[in-house]
């Protein structure tokens, strides 16, 4: 099998093209957790129609992944799968469009779809609104805001983002009763109305060194409350996302080729 690594702003994965019979979750855990790749998550590539199979490295299954479908595209197009610089992709969280807007280095943009603040749609286990609530963890009280954008996100805002790292309110809120299914933790800090700083705990992953839709998400919650202003430039532990949008949220990044390996 062929197997590709990739990253964008860090977040790094691994792409296979679909197979009839793959076994996607023991192969996240496998190939994502060999030391050969050491990734974050698995991509599979499907066609007829184009789709992207998404699956992070402890074998859980996610409707999608920011960062990775930017890899995705670039795979795509490089592997001439598309012709046009604007394609759609289906994913679990519903069709989106990439276009790609430069191809040295490679960056492109994509329609992330809509935020969408819904309980039954972050797995909450009950009735009461996520927006500005108070949680407890051992350290004390912390206000979050959830929502689902392309996947589960919860939103934390933070004086230091960078200081959450290590610690243990990433993992005790993902992991926390009130999400079901558990949910991505982005601390959050606002540095100015068109700039924000973002460390993720993603779930079934960690600490990660960027998340896509964790980017989106923090963003849309941002905006709402009134702390940023337009357009967004994220900062992240190893690159840059803009962010923007109204209700379509648009993404854009890079994506970088690593090395292939044969097993």
């Known amino acids: 099998m062929k197997v590709r690594k990739y990253n964008g702003c860090g977040n790094d994965f691994v792409v296979i093209v679909d197979e009839k019979g793959l076994d996607y979750q023991a192969l996240a855990q496998s190939l994502c957790q060999d030391d050969r790749f050491d990734t974050d998550g698995l991509i599979g590539v499907k066609q007829d129609p184009l789709e992207m199979i998404f699956y992070n490295r402890d074998g859980s299954r996610a409707p999608m992944c920011g960062n990775g479908i930017r890899c995705f595209a670039k795979y795509v197009y490089e592997e001439g799968l598309v012709k046009a610089r604007e394609f759609p992709v289906v994913t679990l969280a519903g069709i989106l469009t990439v276009t790609i807007t430069q191809t040295t280095p490679f960056e492109c943009r994509v329609q992330m779809g809509q935020a969408h603040y819904d309980n039954a749609l972050i797995g909450a286990s009950d009735q009461a609104s996520f927006q500005q609530r108070l949680i407890e963890v051992t350290t004390g009280p912390v206000e979050i805001t959830s929502l689902f954008m392309g996947t589960i996100h919860t939103v934390v805002f933070v004086e230091d983002a960078v200081a959450e790292i290590g610690q243990t309110r990433g993992s005790e809120i993902c992991h926390h009763p009130l999400f079901q299914e558990q949910t991505n933790v982005n601390f959050v800090q606002v540095l100015n109305q068109k700039e924000l700083l973002v460390r993720t705990y993603e ?23 009134g702390k940023v202003n337009g357009p967004v430039l994220v900062h992240l532990e190893q690159g840059q996302l803009e962010i923007s949008g109204e209700t379509e949220i648009i993404m854009a990044g890079p994506a970088v080729f690593e090395k292939e390996v044969i097993v």
Request: one cysteine or more; charged letters at 15%; aromatic letters at 8%.
């Open 203 to 225: 779930r079934g992953v960690g600490w990660t060194l960027a998340c896509g839709t964790g980017c989106c998400a923090a963003y849309v919650v941002a905006r709402d409350l």
